[in-house]
């Protein structure tokens, strides 16, 4: 089967469950999107890599990472490769010596191994066609506008403080793992920089 190379375009809370988020992925080469429901832990393990944070202690994947590393081997890439009843399926494509390891994972586990990796993350046309997405650029639009203008979507203001306070407190935020909100602080620190 001829394999689709896809690109993290977007993390955000899930529109089906509250508590859940979803990472969009998108062709490299085209239009269709594929939104994956994935938990918060594993959320929060793609965003760090991406917002390029790094905590003070590694992360879950940040430890297989290590692992995989020491014993010599290297994520070559990632392949969503099934999908039945509304769950996604991966496979980790990793090398050892010049062997190819097959080893089954889940979606959102796979995918924040293939940030840290910085490796390609592939689907097949099947998948794309069963739970794809075509985004047209007008929806797009209209729903950036509908969130910029939602209280509940934007980040909460630092303002008010100085830039020692909000590096203490982004520090304090890493130390209590809590990196949605250290990437709130980073931003602001880097509005003030620009």
Do not use: W
């Amino acid at each position: 089967m001829k394999k689709i190379e896809l690109d993290v375009v977007t993390l955000t809370h899930s529109t089906v469950s509250n508590h859940n988020y979803a990472v969009v992925l998108g062709e490299h080469y085209g239009a269709r999107r594929l939104p994956i429901v994935i938990g918060g832990f594993e959320a929060q393990a793609i965003a760090v890599t991406l917002e390029r944070m790094y905590p003070p202690r590694p992360l879950t994947h940040d430890l297989l990472k290590n692992t995989i590393e020491q014993l010599g081997a290297t994520l070559k890439e990632v392949i969503i490769n099934d999908f039945q009843e509304g769950v996604f399926f991966a496979q980790l494509i990793c090398l050892l010596h010049g062997e190819a390891i097959e080893i089954d994972s889940r979606a959102s586990d796979a995918i924040a191994l293939a940030v840290r990796f910085e490796c390609k993350i592939y689907t097949y046309e099947f998948i794309l066609e069963a739970a794809g997405i075509v985004i047209e650029s007008e929806m797009a639009e209209v729903e950036k506008t509908k969130d910029s203008k939602n209280p509940a979507s934007s980040p909460a203001t630092y303002s008010r403080y100085n830039i020692e306070e909000l590096k203490r407190m982004m520090q304090e935020s890493l130390e209590n793992e809590d990196y949605e909100q250290a990437a709130r602080i980073r931003d602001e620190l880097g509005k003030r920089n620009a």
